[in-house]
């Protein structure tokens, strides 16, 4: 096992149709750590884009899978039995329909509520007990369905400050790998 290795896996759904959505939003995230550890990702034959690299003051693996999110499981596991990384270094950074735009929330395990991205992490990997960044992309509107509201664009007002949003969330994976989860928590719990 690498144990000074981590994994940060980004959720989204390939292709540019997609990129602009809020399921993407750990896609958003990964593509600014990307560049923070000044490399470019690379196809892997685990089904992702790659980048490995120093983040946060850690060695670290980064990818995006580029199997739709309710596959992305497969390449997960594929990427951790490649790298040899515990589950306690397994970070996923997904898009979360319980708190608000803007807000970011981290936490070891859980259920996936309803995420069919996590859902197929977590049967894949056979544990709940990987760490997640979450980023609030808020509730539908009136009664618009859940899937169809996390396939369409950020509105042009969540636009205005989405690059910043990102941004924080990226720092809270950097938090979190150089911190741990209890004091990352303490500061981005607290915004």
Known sequence: MSTDLWLVVGLGNPGPSYAGNR????????DVLAARAGGRFKSHRSRADVLEGRLAGSRAVLAKPRSFMNESGGPVKGLRDFFK????RVVV?????????????????????????????????????YLRVRFGVGRPPGRMDAAAFVLKDFSAAERKSLDLEVDRAADAVEALLSDGLEA????????
């Not at 990384?85 to 306690?88: L, S």
Request: cysteine-free; charged content about 25%; glycine content about 16%.
């Open 85 to 88: 990384v515990p589950e306690e």
């Open 23 to 30: 399921h993407n939003a750990g896609f958003m995230v990964l």
């Open 93 to 129: 950074v997904h898009d979360e329909l319980d708190i608000p735009f803007g807000a970011v929330r981290l936490k070891r395990g859980g259920g996936d509520n309803g995420h069919n991205g996590l859902r197929s992490v977590t049967r894949s990997l056979g544990t709940r007990e």
């Open 184 to 191: 990352a928590q303490n500061v981005f719990h607290a915004g």
